[in-house]
């Protein structure tokens, strides 16, 4: 079995019996345990939120006086089935965020911005590797730019990528924007996966940047 792909592997039966939608909540729970990412009572973005286990992770961290924004292609079957609480503070959109209008769509939901903006965007997989990391680079390129529009000034950043070219270019562009920039391998990825995330913390509003380039560089 080893080195092949098991889709239920022991993170997919500890994920259906503690109640979350997916393997991928503990994945959320290692970057939160490493960087502190979610807070209580913060506002948290999570693009390409479905089946909704990083909702529930991140819902649960933020608490009753926080906000949890979702969205993805595909719609999200009600989270308080699945026995872990009703998720008041969660909502979740139906959107592609190739879309102009979504980026309008999320600010109105939360005007003051977000403290946290997570992407675990995925694209459908083809197997080739680098038809795969060129797409993926391309969402996490929207993933950033909704950042840049709609991350508080200190915010975090998490970005799901596959390595190649875009992903190195990408890292050297979202470098200045962040005090702390890196790219993480997580121990709950499938081993079979060659994904990592960029995780930028300290995020840099446009209107300091200059003050605080200067002032880190
Ligand atoms: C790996 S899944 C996310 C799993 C999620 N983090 C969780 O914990 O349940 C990746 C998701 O990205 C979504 N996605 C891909 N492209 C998208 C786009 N352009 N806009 C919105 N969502 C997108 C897919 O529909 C898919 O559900």
């Not at 060129?134 to 529009?149: H, Y």
């Not at 962040?178 to 990825?189: A, D």
């Amino acid at each position: 079995m080893s080195g092949k792909y098991n889709r239920k592997d022991h993170l997919y039966t500890k994920a259906k019996e503690e109640g979350f939608r997916g393997r991928a909540s503990y994945k959320l729970l290692e970057l939160q345990k490493k960087y502190r990412i979610l807070r209580r009572g913060g506002r948290v973005l999570d693009l390409g939120c479905f089946p909704g286990g990083w909702l529930q992770v991140a819902g649960e961290k933020v608490g009753p006086q926080g906000l949890v924004v979702g969205i993805d292609l595909k719609a999200i079957e009600d989270l308080s089935n699945a026995g872990r609480g009703d998720y008041q503070n969660v909502v979740a959109l139906v959107g592609d965020m190739r879309d102009e209008c979504s980026l309008q769509r999320l600010r109105e939901l939360s005007p003051d911005g977000f403290d946290t903006v997570l992407s675990d965007m995925s694209p459908a997989l083809s197997g080739i590797r680098f038809r795969d990391a060129f797409l993926s680079a391309e969402l996490v390129g929207i993933a950033f730019s909704t950042a840049q529009q709609l991350l508080k000034n200190g915010g975090s950043f998490v970005a799901k990528i596959f390595p190649g070219e875009e992903a190195d270019e990408l890292f050297q562009e979202m470098k200045g924007w962040f005090v702390r920039l890196e790219r993480v391998e997580l121990g709950s990825t499938r081993k079979t996966s060659s994904e990592f995330y960029l995780v930028g913390t300290s995020f840099i509003r446009p209107n300091t940047q200059g003050e605080e380039i200067s002032r880190i560089g």
